[in-house]
T-cell receptor, first 115, second 111 residues
Framework: KAGVTQTPRYLIKTRGQQVTLSCSPISGHRSVSWYQQTPGQGLQFLFEYFSETQRNKGNFPGRFSGRQFSNSRSEMNVSTLELGDSALYLC??????????????FGPGTRLTVL | AQSVTQLGSHVSVSEGALVLLRCNYSSSVPPYLFWYVQYPNQGLQLLLKYTSAATLVKGINGFEAEFKKSETSFHLTKPSAHMSDAAEYFCAVRSDDKIIFGKGTRLHILP
């Protein structure tokens, strides 16, 4: 069974631009969660989508948004990029909601660098 | 809201020695607790999870963790470290339908 895939793996953008990251969950998984990982702040929860609906959201500005498609694939978008948005963005999928005891499976991440 | 604190951002142990990574949680309700491992340039992988069943939880790669309510701890141990255990380890807790991660502990294995 294929794991969680994220594209692209690496991305370089400049301040003010916008970016879209993609996550394909494990087949059959309906929940996709997004996390931002930085050396200073560690792993921070961005949002979770389940059956095309946003079920939970972390403390991030409105520049960060996402969506989920009917095939459970998810995208996250960051508009008006800032230097501080440079991070590893991880997505995780699970059968049930992330808040359950169900195991979350993580993708390898997208490394975003903002210049 | 629940939270976790990992003591020690870096831990070094000799190959073959005991591995002990510390995690304390704060929770007003029985918690669900997790340990994840992250190898360089990879995503996170679940090592084990506590879901209010047995207090001693066995995970993959020889790791285990013991839930101690009186100490609000969920420390991760492995009897004998291997070079391949070098990675970053994250303790996490379920809180408000989200998974909240600790800051992580980088484990170094000395030959």
């Amino acid at each position: 069974k294929a794991g969680v895939t994220q594209t692209p793996r690496y991305l370089i953008k400049t301040r003010g631009q916008q970016v879209t990251l993609s996550c394909s969950p494990i087949s059959g998984h309906r929940s996709v969660s997004w996390y931002q990982q930085t050396p200073g702040q560690g792993l921070q929860f961005l949002f979770e989508y389940f059956s095309e609906t946003q079920r939970n959201k972390g403390n991030f500005p409105g520049r960060f948004s996402g969506r989920q498609f009917s095939n459970s694939r998810s995208e996250m978008n960051v508009s008006t990029l800032e230097l501080g948005d440079s991070a590893l963005y991880l997505c995780a999928s699970s059968l049930q909601l992330a808040g359950s005891t169900d195991t979350q499976y993580f993708g390898p991440g997208t490394r975003l660098t903002v210049l | 809201a629940q939270s976790v604190t990992q003591l020690g951002s870096h831990v070094s142990v000799s190959e073959g020695a005991l591995v002990l990574l510390r995690c304390n949680y704060s929770s007003s309700v029985p918690p669900y607790l997790f340990w994840y491992v992250q190898y360089p340039n990879q995503g996170l992988q679940l090592l084990l999870k506590y879901t209010s069943a047995a207090t001693l939880v066995k995970g993959i790669n020889g790791f285990e963790a013991e839930f101690k309510k009186s100490e609000t701890s969920f420390h991760l141990t492995k009897p004998s470290a291997h070079m391949s255990d070098a990675a970053e380890y994250f303790c996490a807790v379920r809180s408000d339908d989200k998974i909240i991660f600790g800051k992580g502990t980088r484990l170094h294995i000395l030959p």
